[in-house]
């Protein structure tokens, strides 16, 4: 494709030669026919140093290219539609149930759906219509699978779980476990674990999407709930009964421990650890690796560190050290100056 095909479609301006892109690359990947991009004007050195022969970049760039440039408003978001350009087309899955599938007879299936190889679907279960449940999928008794929804290979939806429109279950995710509950008493100076009864559901609203080798517990009692729109990354802990209130984030290895809620609009960032039975306020941000132990009112809406802090919190106690050894290092250099004082009676 032309480079000036390509920056119609993309309502973009060209500075250069009319070259031909046939895929996207990075800029430090990127080869002859690659179209690159860049929208930070820090990365000038990346963009001098590139191969590609088209680059896209932000209006009011100034530091020039090597190659022809496209000028748009939002280089991230043009290189991604391009991408989709060059991208070779998604498998495709037919209506219907492979023959290898085990299928319980009263199961609802809707129209347009598709089910694949060695899948399991128990009893009274309902599956919407355009689903697409792909090959070793397993499917407890009175599951509810929302119109369009994609769920991918060898994930495992436990009894009572209910799927919104549009949802989208990536590899290995888990919904609707056991919760961890116990209880501990005493019996003869030996203390008796019980496993304490996991009785509810996991419900998941319309159009979440939810990342590979995530689990998600059943409720105790009711359910747990993850909202509309909400984007959930691999390796995600949530526990039970929690509730996201619906178009938030939640980044890999982040754990929510049970009967927290979490509001819209939150981004929870890698590794951050969410205590249980509190609340996180709309729009509130917990950093990476921030451990949370009390609910955030809204008040924070940035929370690092542990226990979860501001910025200028958590800098005033990292920088404290730094301070106090700069301050010893001048009250050492006052000293000798004042016993040097001392020496010479005080003449200077």
Known sequence: MKVSELAARLGGSVE???????????????????????????????VAGTKASAVLLPKDWTHGAPCTIV????????????????????????????????????VKL??????????????GTVVGDGAVIEAQVFIGESCVIGPSAHIYPQVTLREGTRL???????????????????????????PKIEKIPQLGVVEIADFV???????????????????????????VQIGHNVKVAGY????????????????????????AGISGHIKIADGVQVGPQAGVPQSLDGSLKYAIGTPAMSMK???????????IMKLKTEVKALKAEVEALRATGGQA
């Open 110 to 123: 809707g129209e347009g759906v598709h089910i694949g190889a060695y899948t399991v679907i128990e009893r």
């Open 16 to 46: 250069g030669d009319d070259v031909e892109i046939v895929a996207c690359a990075g800029l430090e990947e990127a080869r002859a026919g690659d179209l690159s991009f860049c929208k930070d004007h820090r990365h000038v050195q990346l």
């Open 71 to 106: 000028r748009v408003d939002d280089p991230d978001h043009a290189c991604m539609a391009a991408a989709e350009l060059f991208a070779p087309p998604s498998p495709e899955r037919a209506p219907g149930v492979h023959p290898t599938a085990l299928v319980d007879p009263s």
């Open 248 to 271: 938030s984030g939640i980044i890999a290895q982040a754990g929510v421990a049970g009967s927290s809620q979490i509001g819209s609009g939150c981004l929870i960032w890698a590794q």
């Open 313 to 323: 919190e958590l800098a005033s106690i990292t920088l404290a050290p730094k301070m």
């Open 209 to 235: 999407e939810i990342g590979s080798n995530t689990t998600i517990d059943r409720a105790r009692i009711g359910r747990t709930y993850i909202g509309p729109h909400t984007k959930i990354d691999n390796l």
């Open 164 to 190: 919104g429109r549009g949802v989208i279950l990536h590899c290995g995710v888990r919904l609707g476990g056991d919760g961890y509950g116990y209880t501990t008493t005493m019996e003869g100076g030996i």
